[in-house]
């Protein structure tokens, strides 16, 4: 399991991704309401920002996911749930899955900076 690095969890970091997150979002739902085509765009950025969160706040110098490996940011399931979503990014259910897996790292960011406070 690849570990993360408790300063790279910090409340203001984990805050900044999750922004960029709810502001990309926005713009994924409307579009999804449009139907006009700019979800699967959308989604692929997010997908990116998602990544990225993982791999900066991994104990690792890789600049990839690996899909081999278990983060001990990824939720339960992550990588299989990760992989759906990047097969058909354009989907409504694809996005309504990265919502969750934001929203679950967001609360395991929050756990695991807890445990490390107590040691």
């Not at 979002?25 to 959308?42: F, S, T």
């Not at 278990?70 to 097969?87: D, Q, S, V």
């Not at 919502?99 to 406070?117: D, M, N, V």
Request: overall charge negative.
């Amino acid at each position: 399991m690849i570990g993360f690095r408790v300063e790279a969890i910090s409340k203001e970091i984990v805050d900044a991704w999750f922004a960029e997150w709810e502001a990309l979002e926005v713009r994924i739902h409307a579009a999804h309401d449009a139907r006009n085509g700019e979800a699967k765009g959308l989604m692929e950025e997010a997908i990116v920002l998602f990544e990225r969160l993982l791999i900066d706040s991994a104990d690792v110098s890789e600049v990839a996911l690996d899909p081999s490996e278990t983060y001990e940011l990824m939720p339960i399931n992550g990588a299989e749930r990760l992989a759906f979503i990047k097969t058909k990014p354009g989907q409504y259910a694809c996005y309504r899955q990265l919502g969750e897996l934001f929203k679950e790292t967001k609360k395991r960011t929050a756990r695991l900076r807890l445990q490390a406070a107590k040691k």
